[in-house]
């Protein structure tokens, strides 16, 4: 199941704190997008909504969205469940994690990983 409440929390969060809007890139994805710094543009963030939940390898039927986002290799062995923070779909596994975006992660828990990711995608 969908929360689109935290899907817009986030993407909320993400304007206020970082001035950033999600680009639409793919055709054959149209509702999934891309966040780019504004000065590097390199993504920190990925969100992909409507996945089913099969395709994550997670229990039970219907859709989640996600996010994906860069995240320290040392914490990130801290925070995969396989409920809540998954490897990065379709991302370099060691370097990202995925983070449903169902109500199951609070959005507190979310926007620190957030801002991790921002930094370690800046300009060097």
Known sequence: ???????ATVLAYIREQYGSEPEYLW????NNAAIRHRDSKKWFAALLLELPR????LPGEGRVDILN???DPLMKGSLLDSRRFLPGYHMNKEHWI???LDGSVPAGEIFPLIDMSFQLTQKK
């Not at 199941?1 to 899907?7: I, N, P, R």
């Open 1 to 7: 199941m969908t929360d689109g409440t935290v899907t």
């Open 98 to 100: 995925t983070i449903l």
């Open 27 to 30: 055709a054959k994805s149209p």
């Open 54 to 57: 099969k395709t994550l390898g």
């Open 69 to 71: 986002v860069k995240c």
